[in-house]
């Protein structure tokens, strides 16, 4: 299992499923498949794949400690600029092929519209992350603020499921799963810190964990 | 023989396309599982099957008039009206319907028209289709999600139902019930909105002439996805107003409870009326996307048909009642 986790070609493998979706778009769009309203399918597409890996890089962290392959930890990054990588096109389409670059009219939406507020909260949160990804970032932040800046993956999750939320018009089950994939991956985390804490005080010392820094 | 207790002459056989009466025969073999059965029988269901193909989708239907209420725009491909559709008892992906609606049963279908009329009856689709010529009424279809549609509807002003039914003078509301059975629509429960899905007017509205009662578009029968047999289309009304696979018309004296409006008053009205300046409280409603078209383009107040319908709300705030 490590040897395959630690494999540079699953990481190719990785990195080829996260550009299946966007592939799948562009057949589509070659097989007139994209609806008789290309331009919402799109969008709903690259939102639906931004909000799927964040989950999935959520799952990351309670995936490792859970099934105890700490390995796992070599996809995250890739997972999370893909994730990045989707809210650019879906904020892409929504800018371009939704608004056609009329800035003004974007900020009024921006500021009139809360789905529309949350969203692009969502997306510009994501920005710093994606941009201080690198391990010469995480050197020069030190591991402990450079953990604290990427905290603002969970603000982008729950905004990105109250964009979703707030979007649709009655069929709330999808938007209410993804918040509820969300509210467990976040409360893991409530739960593992209590229980690291209750564990630290009983066994003294508590030494420091190399690994911390990518919880 | 019981199809045929209707009169025949109505619908000749110059009505009728042999690939309707082929798949209407095909639907009658398979139905009585008689695939295989021998030629005698096959005849026999064949005669069954003939009077019976006007209510069937893809049947092609005899037009007397062209209305001078049509617009003269570009019309949307038949093929965008019959794949991007909301009808959520077939699931609430646009490309649902089109893929889940073939299971609607669409005949025999009778429509009960009740409440506060001097004639309540119910009324059969054979019946339906001749009470009054049909006409086609080219009109354009707004979404409440801001996109929209152009399409050659069929079928005549809904005031002709009434004139059969002839309204108590208490009756001051129309409502309108759509066909639901969960057994053949699966997928409603995880719509998130009551069914049977219920739609209504002011009865004024609803004996205004733009009002169409509706049994097909271009040229022929209703497609499922698009509320075969008969549909209610409002043009100057939110496409949610327009409800699809009529079976009930109740004429009341209070303004119905509407499905829309029940799930979320504060953003779907019991009006509902295309206007430009009311947004709705999460999207702006000032443009619109004309499917097939790149650009957005503003949409018109009652959906460019203030002519025919603004002296309705006269003296109405159309913020307070949107």
Known sequence: MRKLLTSQWTKVLVF??????????????????????PIEYITHTTGDWTLRLIVITLAITPLRKIVGQPDLIRFRRMVGLFAFFYGCLHFTTYIWLDKFFDLHDMWKDIAKRPFITVGFLAFVLMIPLAFTSTAGWIRRLGGKNWQTLHRLIYVTAIAGVVHYYWLVKSAVIRPLTYGAIVAVLLLWRIADRLWTKAGAVKEVPAKSDPQKVQA | MLLRSQSP??????????????????????????????ILAGRWLWELAEPSVAAFAGTKLTVSSKS????????????????????????????????????LKTYPWTVSIEGEVKNPRKISIDEILKLAPLEERIYRHRCVEAWSIVVPWIGYSFSEILKIAQPTPKAKYVAFESFYDPREMPLAKYAGIDFPYVEGLRLDEAMNPLTLLCVGMYGETLANQDGAPVRI????????KSAKSLIKIRLTKDEPPTTWSRLAPNEY????????????PRWSQARERRLGEFFKRDTLMFNGYSDQVASLYNGMDLKKYF
Do not use: M
């Open chain 2, 269 to 280: 009205g019991f009006y509902a009326n295309v206007n430009p300046h009311v947004d709705h």
């Open chain 1, 16 to 37: 080829a499923f996260c550009l299946l979706p966007l592939a799948l778009l562009g057949w589509a769009a070659l097989h007139n498949g994209l609806t008789a309203n």
């Open chain 2, 233 to 240: 289309t409002i043009p100057w009304k939110y496409g949610f």
């Open chain 2, 9 to 38: 002459s109505d619908l000749s056989s110059a009505d009728v396309t042999p690939r309707s009466v082929y798949l209407n025969r095909r639907k009658f073999l398979q139905a009585a599982g008689l695939a295989g059965a021998s």
């Open chain 2, 68 to 103: 001078p209420f049509s617009t003269t725009e570009k019309l949307n491909t038949y093929d965008d009206v019959t794949h991007y559709n909301n009808y959520y008892e077939f699931g609430v992906d646009k490309t649902e319907p089109a893929k889940n609606a073939g299971s």
